[in-house]
């Protein structure tokens, strides 16, 4: 069961100076990466354990929307009276939040939770990211350039292994997802379905779930985050489509059969960047930021910064300075210890060392680093996630039971 809470989570206060002080993931306690491990435990898959405390269930499904963070959800519980039911109180003594971890991006999120790793383990450590192999900065999100993905991120799914131990799993999803390099590094196991809308996903991953006697299926939504984005979450649309979520998850919630588990959560929060220069630092046109910077990669609220052979410790320097109280500014290896990428001291994969910047930023408040050249679709987006702030780390994990 999940543990209860009745005010929201405490997470440090900003001190952006001093990267010591940044929040960090909760992995191995209450991260996306500890969810299905702690599922597939409780039905017997050999060689999982957690410390997620849910309780076991033969048949499971998770629902992830994408984007939809624990501090906008429990802000609208007008638009979303039934996710808002389950939200812990006096009455209902589940529902508390979890972290997506770092950065808080999709990519890196729906790795965590079909690997049942860390980034610093499965190797999708942000929007994009440089290959060292290379030197071109890869789009985790899009797969380009081209990579293949199984030397990229080696390790078997958790829906791969449960199915390999005789559990009915499933991913029931849009149709153009089946073939993606993400979908089949982070999500592929079992059986694919996909179904263009929002209702057929739900009817099927009910059906999927009562196929079998343990069974475990995944399905996801998308257009809440990219409302977010384009409109922002104090806008109209984002309301609506967050109204849309809702009654998905209470069609899903009805139909749910005997001994079943239905868990919904996201992959990151949202947090809006107003315009101007005083949120928006544009790398583009700062000759201070592009100073010895050979690539830019990340998102705008979490950047991996790759500094030109010799210039690592200036740059590290320079964007201190440069953020002063907008951002955490770590170079790599603190960045590393700090727990950003997984447990504080556990290291990284030496696959995934060198993805990671010389220097790593989390923007603090409501700003952002954009690059209206070379990323002027990214930069004009309102909605934005990837650091480490309570609206992006804090993700629902609500639970209905049958």
Known sequence: MVQPT????????????????????????????????????????????????LDPADRVCVFLVDGMGWEILRAHP????????????????TGAPI???????TATSLASVGTGLVPGAHGLPGYSALDPDTGALMNQLRWQPWTDPYVWQPYPTVFQLAHAAGVETCQVSAPHFEHTPLTKIALSGGTFLGQLSGEDRMDLAAQ????ADRSLVYTYYADLDGNGHRHGVDSDAWRGQLMYVDRLAQRLAEQLPPRSALYVTADHGMVDVPAGPDARF??????????GVAVLGGEGRARHVYAVPGAASDVYAVWREVLAEQA?????????????????????????YGRIGDVVVAMSGDSAIIATETEPKESELIGMHGSVTSAEQFVPLLEVRT
């Open 6 to 53: 009745t005010t929201d989570p405490a997470w440090p206060e900003p001190a952006p100076l001093d990267p010591r002080t940044a929040p960090v993931p909760k992995y191995g306690d209450a991260s996306l990466a500890d969810l299905l491990p702690a599922i597939v435990a409780g039905q017997g898959v050999p060689g999982f354990t957690s410390r997620l405390p």
């Open 78 to 93: 007008d638009e979303a009276p039934f996710l808002t039911s389950l939200l812990p109180s006096s009455a209902n003594r």
């Open 99 to 105: 972290t997506s971890g770092f950065p808080s991006t």
């Open 208 to 211: 999927r779930l009562a196929a």
């Open 282 to 291: 544009d790398f583009d046109e700062d000759w201070e930021l592009r100073a």
């Open 328 to 352: 955490w500014v770590a170079t790599r290896d603190e960045a590393i210890e700090l727990g950003w990428f997984g447990p504080p001291g556990a290291g990284v994969d030496e696959r995934v």
